[in-house]
């Protein structure tokens, strides 16, 4: 069982036993590990430790409690682990930045975690269409616009980040992409993530590639030289929605059987505009850097 599969089982466990108490350790021992490891592979897996995830799936439910069923405040706290209204508001208040009794009059928007899925069923039919090719790109002159401080999966602003920050950095390069000069190719263009330092969050950079020398780069606009290296690229074409599945294919089925393994560096998603597709549809390759796993020397 691949490490990935561990942390679903532990999020199944979580997932079933909301309106109980819940012990860390049995969380750990359901995924097979030792607490003592799974935290930090729980939270470098979701991007939260998993006490957090479970005040925040519990705190959604009593949102959704609060609009859609008639029972007390109370009742509610109760149900979802609180030992009195007093704390369970002030939890509610602290995370949604509302009151329980506010929000359920006045409904406003709020950020609602929904389960994590480490694992999703990726359809890979016999024809062997999401086996990816192995490429060798060579140094890439980018031109574009970047975002810092990104959340990572499972973070508490993961959605912000996911449907608004990042669509709104394509629609501000879209506007203004005829204002960079020297393009390689009219038709394509890259979305960049690269880790922090510390690996707790993500940059982003849309961009499209242009032909090396000197440049004039419009104002607000970066020039960065992203480094060649081995990648496994993976086509895909479907459901916007659909995409993180694919992610998650790579990570947690494919990567783990493979004689590669994951190599620090940025990950790519190239954007071909001549690629037909369906309205709604997302037409992308992801490019995911490998190196070779190292022989297992063996012992006699």
Known sequence: MSYIQSVQRAIDYIETHLHEPISLEKVAAHASYSYFHFHRLFKATVGCTMSEYIKRRRLTKAAYALLETKASIIDIAF???YESQ???TRAFKQ???VLPGKYRQARPPVQLIDPYWAVKTFPVNATGDHKPYIVTRQPLQVVGLQLEGLSLPGGSDREQTTQVAIPSLWHQLEARIHEIERRVDP???YGISS????G???TYMACVEIEAGDVNIPQGFIQKEIKGGTYASFHYKGAANQLSALTNYIYGSWLPSSQYQSHFGVEIEVYDEREPKEDGEVAVEIWTPIKKRAKQSSQK
């Open 79 to 81: 149900e979802y682990g």
């Open 86 to 88: 007093e704390a369970f």
């Open 95 to 97: 995370w949604f930045n």
């Open 187 to 189: 038709f394509v263009s």
């Open 195 to 198: 880790p922090s330092r510390d």
């Open 200 to 202: 707790s969050h993500f």
